[in-house]
């Protein structure tokens, strides 16, 4: 696929010393994930919130314009850290055991392999742990989701942690950061780092510091019509995305600004996500510089993801789970909701930011988190790596995934695969590594990209993109290179090539149940 790189950044590139190959250490990687994040959030993909210090990594290192997620949390996750489609690396109620790990490789390798953050891929809870798959040490949620200031399923590595022993100015996201920074800190510096940073921002709730709240305060006051073009404007001149490129209409969900009521609390809304959003980039600052402290920081590769799109879920009063406390940590009784006049942000609120801001978050795309259309899996990558990047600021339009991360690392650590996983012969690996693209060099890109879950299915070849919302069932075709918003349905046009993409959609999601994953939708198989 093309990508915008100089012929100076290209020579540079191909002299770069690859470690593995010259005798030279491994690289330091540090992987950060994100959560629920917007395709334009950032500020170096066109956002207005303040994230400084990823725009910094993104300024000394190279941006993936066409990178791909899963459409949900948990399957996102999997498919990063084995490698293969989410429909056979999650198995019944963990990740499935003949799927290899990429801290199971690189310890073996003899990385000190780390976790900070939101594991989500163990049930029950407290029954399954980061340690259990390859990670030295783990601090986090086991869950998807919790409470920013008194979170359920917190754990030290296959150690409860109880909420009363928190102290009272615990707020997660520092505390992800923080824990991240002391692995750090401890590792031994004669073995190369593995540290997974997974943040539980900017998932609901909107929980945020009143200090971060009051400095995004009137920031939104112009409302999401206005702040959309704004961003998309801004997209366009960074280069995000082509001149072109249209911006896809509001959501049907979404009423014009001027009409939408309780503005004073809409605004407050993407206030507390925008607070979210710099104070887990505020972490990532301290944590490179503590990476810049261990001595290998040029070494480093870091890369940064998010899970899938802004999520447009209303939060009911109703709705419960395991994640939503009774009560505060001082004996409130929590009240739960999007309740208009109800400003978010304290511990005894628990609410969304819903379709109006996610519908923002995802510009110019349509669609949200749970669906397989672009504003759904369509995310940020930045990838920094001195030593390794030959790039400094550039775009890549390369198409890539998650599944592509296993197999980079693979590659330029001199890590080796096992033939076996979990007692038995190892499931193979989807992804590409995309080791060369740092590098300025061609890479054999996926043929096809495949995508099935929750309100989504998909598939894209080249330029040609068929997706369902499994609720209207039919088929949608879109031409990307023409139509990267997906506004114009070519199915009845051309339905020769619908016919074919259906095909090995429907050819390869049998080929997953084969695997002996239990895929929804398949006879003799149950889902998840």
Not at 137 to 157: E, K, N, Q, V, W
Not at 191 to 211: D, M
Not at 447 to 454: A, L, T
């Amino acid at each position: 696929m093309p990508r915008i790189i100089t012929q100076a950044l290209l020579l540079a590139a191909l002299a770069l010393t690859q470690a593995p190959c010259s005798g030279e250490s491994p690289p330091d990687i540090v992987l950060v994930m994100t959560d629920d994040m917007g395709y334009s959030d950032l500020g170096c993909y066109g956002g207005e919130i303040e994230t400084p210090h990823l725009d910094k990594l993104a300024a000394g290192g190279l941006r993936f314009t066409n990178f791909y997620s899963e459409n949900m949390c948990w399957v996102s996750r999997a498919a990063m850290l084995t490698g293969v489609w989410h429909l056979t690396s999650f198995h019944r109620k963990g990740l499935h055991p003949r799927c290899v790990t990429i801290p199971e490789i690189l310890r073996s390798g003899g990385y000190s392999t780390l976790m900070s953050g939101k594991w989500h891929l163990g049930w029950p809870r407290q029954k399954s742990s980061p340690t259990d798959r390859g990670f030295d040490s783990f601090y986090g949620i086991i869950d998807g989701a919790s409470s920013f200031f008194a979170p359920a399923s917190l754990m030290r590595d296959k150690t409860p942690i109880k909420v009363s022993d928190l102290p009272a100015d615990y707020y997660i996201t520092d505390a992800i950061s923080d824990n991240a920074v002391q692995y750090i800190e401890k590792a031994d510096r004669k073995k190369p780092l593995l540290l997974y940073v997974a943040y539980t921002a900017a998932h609901w709730p909107l929980h945020a510091r009143p200090a971060d709240i009051a400095h995004y305060k009137g920031k939104y006051a112009m409302g999401w019509d206005k702040l959309r073009e704004e961003r998309y404007q801004r997209m366009k001149k960074l280069g995000i995305i082509s001149a072109d490129t249209p911006l896809s209409p509001r959501h049907r969900n979404v009423p014009p600004w001027e009409e939408a009521e309780h503005k004073d609390w809409q605004q407050r809304r993407m206030e507390v996500y925008a607070a979210q959003v710099t104070s887990m980039d505020a972490g990532i600052g301290r944590i490179v510089k503590a990476l810049e402290r261990r001595g290998n920081f040029d070494n480093t590769l870091i890369l940064y993801m998010t899970d899938n799109g802004g999520c447009h879920v209303e939060y009911g009063k109703n709705r419960k789970g395991p994640y939503l406390p009774a009560v505060t940590r001082d004996g409130r009784k929590m009240r739960p909701g999007n309740i208009p006049g109800l400003m978010p942000g304290p511990e005894i609120t628990y609410q969304s930011y819903g379709y109006g801001w996610a519908n923002v978050s995802n510009t110019p795309y349509r669609m949200f988190k749970q669906f397989d259309h672009e504003g759904g899996i369509r995310t940020p990558l930045i990838a920094h790596w001195p030593r390794g990047i030959a790039s400094r600021g550039e775009l890549n339009t390369e198409v890539a995934h998650l599944v592509d991360i296993l197999p980079t690392l693979v590659e330029i650590t001199g890590a080796r695969l096992p033939t076996n996983s979990g007692g038995s012969k190892r499931i193979a690996i989807n992804g590409r590594s995309l080791a060369g693209v740092f590098q300025g060099k061609e890479r054999q890109g996926h043929s096809s990209i495949f995508f099935s879950h929750n309100k989504g299915r998909a598939i894209r070849e080249g330029k040609w993109k068929l997706v369902q919302d499994r609720k209207k069932k039919q088929w949608e075709l879109y031409d990307l290179s023409k139509d990267p918003t997906e506004l114009r349905n070519l199915s009845q046009e051309e339905p020769e090539i619908a016919a074919g993409l259906k095909a090995r959609w429907t050819a390869w999601f049998k080929q997953q149940a084969s695997q002996d994953s239990p895929v929804p939708g398949v006879p003799g198989k149950k889902g998840n």
